[in-house]
DNA sequence: TTAGGTGCAAATCATTTGCAATCTC
DNA sequence: GAGATTGCAAATGATTTGCACCTAA
């Protein structure tokens, strides 16, 4: 079982984007809105992929397709976080939009939050000294979580 | 034409590279050598198929196959930097093979280094507080470097 | 009624791989 | 001469897209 936010706060994520979904002149479908609650449910970044695979027993007719248009939609909005990888598909956070440090397991791909305080002031060092306008970022420390680093038998 | 590095410290760092070949007991082919010496002699991160396109006027029999399979080479000796990419190509630094900060231009793709010189306590402390044994990171800036934020005419 | 949405299947695109021919050592 | 390397072409895999049908508002 995925692990999850606490029901309220999901709920409440959900009715959110519904209301911003309407506010642009976007529909309600039974599959979009199953695929919001997935991704506002959840807290262990889901791929699309895993959204769809999640949905399948209780929405057989879903495809593929309609789990990354929805996403699209989000993005759109910017109302979702996608972190990219080239191997392996791409990770989703619904619940924190904005750029954020992550720490992702390079062996079981276990992806968490991790608060780095100073990180802003970093962002607006580098436009400084640069001249670049910094719109967004990314940290990620990749390695091994305590899980698989145990099984290596370190 | 691209931006390069000194010709001095850019064949230092090719005799580097065919050193530890030989020493794993690889091969020196002209085609190797050649996409050795665009990689070490480049300051702007070229994809693989850019080290391609400047190879081939001077060596129209290269594939990019054998881009790819060279730099997998440097990989496994850890001697190259990948910077992945969902979207558009994977982009490669010879010169300074270990994680370290960037700057990315989403509208040029301009891409270049810049130094945080807390980003190793900052891993030691996400370490430290995760239990994750951190092996590399990665902290990118993305926006728009000063070309283009003055062609958007802000 | 009518855009917007869905789902299938085909297309995309950087990268990888199989394999026969060709080189380096 | 042996084994690594090359280059072509086909395969891969996540994501995107075209399009006929459907359905929320």
Redesign the interface.
Known sequence: MPPSVSPGRAAARVDDLVRQLRARGHRLTPQRLAVLRVLADSTDHPSAEQVYQRLRPTYPMLSPATVYKTIDVLKAMGQILEL????GA?RYDVNIPVSH?H?V??SCGRL?D?D?A?LDR??ER??A??????????????????AC?DDRAD
Chains 1, 2 share one sequence.
């Open positions: 990219e990888f080239r191997e791409n440090p720490l397991c390079t968490e991790f780095v100073e970093l962002a580098a436009a000294a640069t001249g670049f306008r910094v719109l967004r970022h990314r940290l990620d420390f990749y390695g091994l979580c305590p680093r």
